[in-house]
């Protein structure tokens, strides 16, 4: 079972910047990924980012790339995942959430599907004002 508590979210002016955590608790994969999905109203539910727990690999949807990071920190048996947004667009607003997966159920073409990931965060609003 894996537990994720997401913050960060709030109302930002277009060209600022935010930064969500996600802290990731308990895991019953030996190498899961974490990535961050995010849904506009009246929109699918889309992904964002993505990192491997066991060597940090990265992806990102082509619309922040360049604009967001994302990293981790580990301690002890607690993964805290970030997501550094700058550059934020009013498209950019939707409610974030992170999501954990087993590495090999989201490798590849799978990364951002979000039926394979069996764990969310309740999800954090981001507000872009334009």
């Known amino acids: 079972e894996v537990q994720l508590v997401e913050s960060g979210g709030g109302l930002v002016q277009a060209g600022g910047s935010l930064r969500l955590s996600c802290a990731a608790s308990?895991?019953?994969?030996?190498?899961?990924?974490i990535s961050w999905f995010r849904q506009a109203p009246g929109k699918e539910r889309e992904g964002v980012s993505w990192?491997?727990?066991?060597?940090?690999?990265?992806?990102?949807v082509g619309s922040v790339k360049g604009r967001f990071t994302i990293s981790s920190d580990i301690y002890a048996n607690m993964v805290t995942v970030y997501l550094q947004m700058n550059s934020l667009k009013h498209g950019d607003t939707a409610v974030y959430y992170c999501?954990?997966?087993?590495?090999?159920?989201?490798?590849?073409?799978?990364?951002?599907?979000?039926?394979?990931?069996?764990?969310w965060g309740q999800g954090t609003q981001v507000t872009v004002s334009s």
């Open positions: 308990g895991s019953t994969f030996d190498d899961y990924v």
């Open positions: 990192i491997s727990k066991s060597d940090g690999r990265t992806d990102y």
């Open positions: 999501a954990a997966g087993e590495a090999a159920r989201v490798e590849k073409i799978w990364k951002f599907v979000p039926s394979r990931y069996p764990y």
